[in-house]
């Protein structure tokens, strides 16, 4: 199957800094990739669609400007979380769309483990 | 909109009985199903999904699930636990290309 990473794998920062995931899909071109955040014990919420070359499309609830996406080439999507605050601590997981003529699958990312202090 | 319910927010089967993990969906159209499975600190993979066609899908680790219309379920099944089998899984529905995840079902396998 189709190949996508994370980095970093975990990160701890600081309250009030700003932290940047990259996710990249290894064997395939995609010109959508998914953002997803994930808390202990708890479900995959969707937090915003990424889309290559425009802006990405956000999730009701989910704040654009703090959580800042970037789709600049057909394999790399960027999530930065911005000021980061304790409340942002979470799972972060990243999901490519590989589209063929016949059918699509979205292909995630190991997830990025983001501890706030 | 679409949704998936799963029943059961944990499930304890010992090695070698049978697995069943519960999912009801709503939809108001055809849906397609998934079924994924994560292990802890890991991304997702899709065990499998129903597209159209056959209702009965067949996937990857001896899993299978039964599309039913008549009772919007798409349950999950394996006929005997494997200690590699404790996971969590999910169960999802798509609209366009987005998913939507049920709440989850952790498996522990009991030797």
């Known amino acids: 199957g189709a190949v996508v990473s994370q980095h970093p794998s975990w990160v701890i920062c600081k309250s009030g800094t700003s932290v940047k995931i990259e996710c990249r899909s290894l064997?395939?071109?995609?010109?959508?990739m998914f953002w997803y955040r994930q808390f202990p014990k708890q479900s995959l919420m969707l937090m915003a669609t990424?889309?290559?070359?425009?802006?990405?499309?956000?999730e009701q609830g989910v704040e654009k400007d703090k959580f800042l996406i970037n789709h600049a080439s057909l394999t790399l999507s960027t999530l930065t979380v911005t000021s980061a605050h304790p409340e942002d601590s979470s799972f972060y997981i990243c999901?490519?769309?590989?589209?063929?003529?016949?059918?699509?699958?979205?292909?995630f990312g190991p997830g990025t483990r983001l501890t706030v202090t | 909109a679409q949704s998936v319910t799963q029943l059961g927010s944990h499930v304890s089967v010992s090695e070698g009985a049978l697995v069943l993990l519960r999912c009801n969906y709503s939809?108001?159209?055809?849906?397609?199903l998934f079924w994924y499975v994560q292990y802890p600190n890991q991304g997702l993979q899709l065990l499998l999904k129903?597209?159209?066609?056959?209702?009965l899908v067949k996937g990857i680790n001896g899993f299978e699930a039964e599309f039913k219309k008549s009772e919007t379920s798409f349950h999950l099944t394996k006929p005997s636990a494997h200690m590699s089998d404790a996971a969590e899984y999910f169960c999802?529905?798509?609209?366009?290309?987005?998913?939507?995840f049920g709440a989850g079902t952790t498996v522990t396998v009991r030797a």
């Open positions: 999901s490519a769309l590989y589209r063929s003529r016949d059918t699509y699958e979205q292909y």
């Open positions: 990424s889309n290559e070359g425009s802006k990405a499309t956000y």
């Open positions: 129903y597209t159209t066609g056959a209702t």
């Open positions: 939809s108001s159209v055809p849906p397609y």
């Open positions: 999802a529905t798509s609209f366009g290309y987005k998913l939507s």
């Open positions: 064997d395939f071109q995609a010109t959508t």
